[in-house]
Structure formats: structure tokens, C-alpha cells
């Protein structure tokens, strides 16, 4: 029971709506229908895809989250020790044989897709690769989490997209890829001071809380500046990106020794994923 009630913290319940509903909702948006593949692919990135980013994570940082006062709730686990070796494995026995089955039902395009993914999940976390600390290969292979569920359901439908670089599809993927990157970054700031203590680098580490966010607030405006570019009524989602940015405008004169308090800001950003959400999926309906 100890495990479980560690998975579960560790995993984020509160955010894997964040890998899942990207996942459908290209899927769903491409095909037009429900079949097993959407059902397959939706409980793959919501909770083993999940266990297995967030555990490997976890586990490799488990010197630096000491440091962290954030681990212990809806931000993640302080796992201990005599753990680590079964997340690992429960991370992979869960993740590697759906994965198999849903890239048995695309070509090449998704298995390349799933691999990235997966790629993606590993290499931010695991030793000799850490991705995490290489400032801002750190924010994009972040944002490669959140991404390349879409891109998986894309690729599964890959007759029926179009993906000239004019295309829709490009256009919402690239402004999606900015909203990951400034999402990463932005939350990197609060552990700026622990990261530094557990001697773990970071877009933030490197650059300083006051740099970092002003370049997600950057980020945040040019995907809204991206989807005011598309076909109507793509225009009508920029405006998703302005919750965004106001939660950080606040922060845009941090200081190093002050940016534990962007906590406050990013539990707004978590809640504010589902408000926007809910907004994203109501448009969709009015698109579809």
C-alpha cells in the first residue's frame, strides 16, 4: 500500500489530464470517431505514460527533492529509497507493452512518434543522458512530453492530416510546443535555490529566475502570436494563452533569492490547465 500511495503522489494525478487530453483530442479531431486505439491511447497517457515520467523522475532527483519543500502533494513524492527500485520496474512493465500495441496499429510515422515519446520521458531523468540539466534542452524535452502525445494521435491518422507547414496542424503543434517550453521554465524558477543546493542544473539555474520568467511570459505570447496566424476560427484560441501570462507578469522582476515564491503562481497554473481545458474542448465542439 506504501507503493501505491507513492505512485500515485509521484505520478501527478492532478496533471495527466495535461498528456491525455492532447492525445485525444488530435486522435479524435482526425478520425472522427471513438475506437479502441483512442481508448488505448488515452489510458496510455494518462497513467502509465504518467507513472513513468514522473517516477524516473522522481527517483533521480531524489538528492535534489530533499532540498524541496514542494515534495509530499499534488507536486510530486519525496520517494524513499527502498522504493526506487520497483517504480523503476513498475514504470516499465506498465509503459513498454502498451506502448508495442499502440504502434501496432500506425506505420512507421508513429512508431517514430511513440519512440520520441518515450525517448522523451527517459532521457529527461535517467543518469548520463539527464536532459533536465542541460539548460534549455531541459525546457524542450519538457515540452516534448506534453507534445508528442498529440503527435502520436496525428500520426495514427496520418492520411486524414495535413501537414504542410502552413497546415493547421503544424500551426497548433509549434504554438503548443512554446506553451510547453514556457510551462517548463516558468515552473523551473521556484526550485532555482533547491536545485542549486542538490547541485542540479536548469534553464532557471543557468539564466536566473528574473531571465527565465520573462522568457516564458515571451514564450506564452508568441504561441498566442502563432494561432492568431491560422485559418479562422484558430484566431479564437490565442486568447487562451493571456491566463498565462497574467499568473507571471507578477514575477517579471524575481530575484533569485525571492523565487521560491512563484509556488503561489505556478498551484494557479495547475488549476488553471483544467479552466483552459475545459475552454480548448469547448472550442473544439464549436470547430468540429
Not at 207 to 222: P, Q, Y
Amino acid at each position: 500500500m506504501s507503493l501505491i500511495r507513492q505512485l500515485l503522489v509521484s505520478s501527478r494525478p492532478f496533471s495527466w489530464i495535461n498528456t491525455a487530453f492532447p492525445f485525444a483530442a488530435a486522435y479524435l479531431f482526425a478520425v472522427r470517431e471513438i475506437d479502441w486505439v483512442l481508448i488505448l491511447g488515452a489510458l496510455f497517457f494518462l497513467i502509465p505514460y504518467n507513472v513513468a515520467m514522473y517516477g524516473i523522475n522522481d527517483v533521480f532527483d531524489y538528492a535534489s527533492d530533499l532540498h524541496n519543500p514542494r515534495k509530499g502533494g499534488i507536486e510530486g513524492a519525496l520517494l524513499a529509497p527502498r522504493l526506487h527500485p520497483a517504480v523503476l520496474w513498475i514504470s516499465a512493465l506498465s509503459t513498454l507493452p502498451a506502448a508495442a500495441l499502440l504502434m501496432s496499429a500506425g506505420g512507421p510515422a508513429t512508431w517514430a512518434a511513440v519512440l520520441v515519446s518515450l525517448f522523451a520521458v527517459a532521457a529527461y531523468s535517467v543518469p548520463k543522458l539527464r536532459f533536465k540539466e542541460r539548460p534549455f534542452i531541459d525546457s524542450l524535452t519538457s515540452s516534448t512530453h506534453f507534445v508528442s502525445p498529440a503527435l502520436v494521435g496525428f500520426a495514427l491518422a496520418h492520411d486524414r492530416v495535413d501537414y504542410s507547414p502552413s497546415g493547421t496542424v503544424v500551426l497548433v503543434l509549434s504554438a503548443f510546443f512554446l506553451w510547453g517550453m514556457a510551462a517548463h521554465a516558468f515552473g523551473a524558477v521556484q526550485d532555482v535555490v533547491p536545485d542549486r543546493e542538490g547541485g542540479i542544473g536548469s534553464v532557471a539555474t543557468k539564466l536566473g529566475a528574473r531571465f527565465t520568467v520573462r522568457m516564458a511570459v515571451l514564450l506564452w505570447a508568441g504561441a498566442g502570436v502563432l494561432l492568431l496566424a491560422g485559418q479562422w476560427p484558430i484566431p479564437l484560441t490565442a486568447v487562451l494563452v493571456i491566463p498565462y501570462v497574467a499568473i507571471s507578469l507578477p514575477w517579471w522582476n524575481v530575484t533569485d533569492e525571492s523565487s521560491a515564491g512563484v509556488n503561489a503562481a505556478w498551484r494557479r497554473f495547475i488549476w488553471l490547465n483544467y479552466g483552459c481545458g475545459f475552454l480548448a474542448t469547448m472550442m473544439m465542439i464549436l470547430f468540429w
